[in-house]
């Protein structure tokens, strides 16, 4: 079995394949139908690129376990052995609207420990993976620990219907914070922690919108779960989710119990 190093480097190929064929299928008229409701969308390249990331998975490791979120791998009930988690366009409804401001992301677990995780943003090229045991590297150099900014001095990043009913806090945590931002796209809420571009990111996150940051957020020094602070499920359903830095946190933490 490959090495944490061999197996980054070769995800990471079949990522940048995938995004070079990502760009060149935004060149063509998209196919979108509706999932469960108008704001919750598919595309043919959402299904295209899960497929083509299925397919590298399981023809060079036919003994792991895949979680896809358009169904194209497997519905793991453990987290025994390896498993990866995948979510082929993150953001898709901006993909379809705006073109960009998407990403692919990609999380490895082996017995439920977070290894390795990948987002890319295809269009601006900022790839940042990598996980506890390799290091983490935005486009090939290495990305430090990250310094512990309290809420009071940084951006966060918000849900927005969460934000707007001040779901478990949500707003009280926004307006404690420097500012709030509302991206759209829990890739580029990732990526913006990881670049300390912001302090915190609150949503509420399937396990294919979650598995690359938490594993590269433990790494960065970030912490993350629940927003209610249990452990989040990387085989489970969607819940409130934040990430932050540990100041922020332990403010997050408060400011949701203090709500009740
Ligand atoms: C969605 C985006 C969005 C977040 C949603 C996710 P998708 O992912 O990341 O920012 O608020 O919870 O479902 O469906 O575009 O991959
Ligand atoms: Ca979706
Ligand atoms: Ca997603
Ligand atoms: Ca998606």
Redesign the pocket.
């Given at each position: 079995m490959a090495d944490d190093k061999q197996l980054m480097a070769q995800v990471k190929q079949w990522i940048l394949e995938a995004g070079e064929e990502v760009k060149r299928k935004l060149q063509d008229p998209l196919i979108v139908e509706q999932k469960s409701s108008r704001t919750?969308?598919v595309t043919n390249v959402?299904k295209e690129t899960e497929a083509f990331l299925v397919e590298k998975i399981r023809s060079h490791y036919p003994a792991d376990q895949i979680l896809g979120?358009e169904g194209l791998g497997d519905k793991p009930e453990t987290t025994d052995g390896r498993v990866w988690i995948i979510?082929p366009?993150?953001?898709?409804?901006?993909?379809v609207k705006q073109r960009e401001n998407?990403c692919i992301m990609i999380g490895i677990f082996e017995d439920g420990l977070g290894k390795l995780g990948f987002i890319y943003d295809v269009i601006k090229d900022e790839f940042v993976y990598g996980g506890s045991g390799t290091g983490v590297f935005l486009n090939g150099s290495p990305l430090k620990q990250i310094e512990d900014v309290p809420l009071s001095e940084g951006l966060v990043g918000v849900?927005?219907t969460m934000f707007v009913n001040n779901y478990m806090s949500t707003r009280n945590v926004g307006l404690a914070s420097s500012g709030f931002r509302i991206?759209?796209?829990?890739?580029l809420?990732f990526l913006h922690m990881f670049m300390s571009r912001q302090c915190a990111y609150v949503?509420?996150?399937?396990p294919?919108?979650f598995a690359a940051g938490m594993v590269i957020g433990h790494a960065l020094g970030l912490r993350c779960s629940r927003l209610d602070g249990r452990e989040a499920d990387i085989i489970g359903e969607?819940v409130p989710f934040v990430i932050a830095t540990p100041s922020a946190y332990e403010e997050i933490q408060a400011l949701v119990i203090a709500a009740g």
């Open positions: 919750d969308l959402d979120e979510d366009i993150d953001g898709t409804i901006n993909f998407f849900n927005g991206l759209g796209c829990a890739g809420d949503s509420n996150l399937a294919w919108d969607r």
